[in-house]
Every structure is written in C-alpha cells, then in structure tokens.
C-alpha cells in the first residue's frame, strides 16, 4: 500500500483546507507566497538530493510505501508535497498573525500596530 | 563518530546559513519576532513531528547509520527534528524576503539590512518605518 503516497496527498488537501476555511490568512491570493513557494522547492531539489541520492543515501524510502517515482537526485516526487504542506502550514500560521490578515494582495506599508505587534 | 555521521546535520546547517542573510541583509525580520515563530512553529513542528514518529514506526523510511548521528529523541533522530525548525524557517525567510523587495524595491530592501549604511543616503526612522525594533 502507497502509504507515503496517500498520507501526503492528504495531508496537501488537509493543509489548504485548513487554510481556507479555518487559519484564512490569504497567502494563497498573495504573489509573495507562490514566489517563495517557488525558491523553496528549486532549493528542495539540492537539499533533497543530498538526502535521497541512492549512491550513497540518508534517508531510506521503502519502496512499498510510495509511488516509486523518483525525480532529480532520487527524491520521491512525494517530497515536493510533503514539502509544500510543511512550507504552507508554516506561512499561514506566520500570515495569520498579522494585523490585517485576510486582506487581498500585497500589504500596505505596515502600521504602528504591525511594528508593536510583530 | 566519523564527519560522515554529521551529514544531514550539515545539510541542514548550510540550509540555516545560506537562509540568513534574508535576515540581516534584506531585512526579512523572522529571527527578530521571536514569539510570533514560536507560535508558528510549534503547531507545525508537533503536526510534521507526528507524522515522523507514525512513519518511523510503520516502517515508511530510515536513516543510514553512516551518514547520521545515531542521536535521537524516542525513535526519531534528531536531524529530523532539526529538519522539521529549519525547513519552515527557511520558508518564512523566504517569503518576508520576498515581501521586502516587493514593497520597497531591491535597493531599499537592501537598505533595510545591516548594509543599508553603506549605501549613499543613510536611511531615516521615516524613512523605514521597519527601522524600529519590534517587541514581539
């Protein structure tokens, strides 16, 4: 049974649910997201190299628990999606936290509560 | 130990390393909201956390003993408990880095950094209104 497949799509879903019915911090409307989102997963394709090249690997797939695609330097392609929930959850609960989360596009120039509040 | 057995750590310092300057040089200001990261990573850390500990258990990946610490927290190493700091670290630099060029250009992200007072006109309070440390 694909289990690293199965759990990481759920997981994919779970996150964006998560941020669209109940974190709301509308980082999926700001371009600041997706640009990062971006960098992160071009910078994933070293990282992850390193760690799943199977001349000499660190962490060790079995095989029975994912589709057996790999990509790159032998990252399962299931990476990038575990990746981008990881990446996600953080960045809502980080936008979140902001005085005028929810709001659409890009910020104004912060207030005096955004330098108070952090 | 062999420097071998220190290589996902040192992936993961390069991560912390190369990620920094955002901090310091464009001025992303994720290190200098200490309680807003901790109410960030805590709830990710403990979700991507339990996940490991279930993956672990059931068999869905290992780690080589050449080119890990053999250190480890119950069953998990503690390179992955570093993977599960650094990786949204990483993320969240990333993006206020973004942010920063974005709103104010790439020479006045640049200004906001710690080389900001070698570029001609020093920046002012007013000027930046990010200037001002922030408490939380």
Known sequence: ?118 | MRLDQFQYLIVMALCVAVTLPLEFVLGARVYRRPRRLLRTMVPTFAAFVAWDVAAIRLGHWTFSPTYTTGWKVGNIPVEELTFFVVIPLCALLSFEAVRQVQRLGWVGALRSGVLGRFLSAPVTAAADPRSTEELV
């Open chain 1, 1 to 118: 049974m694909p289990w690293y497949t199965v759990l990481t799509l759920l997981a994919v879903v779970a996150v964006v649910a998560a941020e669209l019915l109940w974190i709301r911090s509308g980082i999926f409307r700001r371009s600041a997201y997706w640009i990062a989102v971006g960098i992160c997963c071009a910078f994933q394709i070293p990282v992850d190299g390193w760690l799943t090249k199977l001349s000499s690997v660190i962490v060790i797939y079995n095989p029975e628990v994912f589709s057996g695609v790999r990509i790159f330097w032998d990252s399962p392609v299931e990476d990038w999606g575990f990746g981008f929930a990881l990446m996600t959850l953080a960045l809502a609960l980080w936008v979140r936290q902001e005085p005028e989360a929810g709001t659409t596009g890009d910020r104004p120039a912060p207030s005096v509560e955004d330098r108070v509040r952090g």
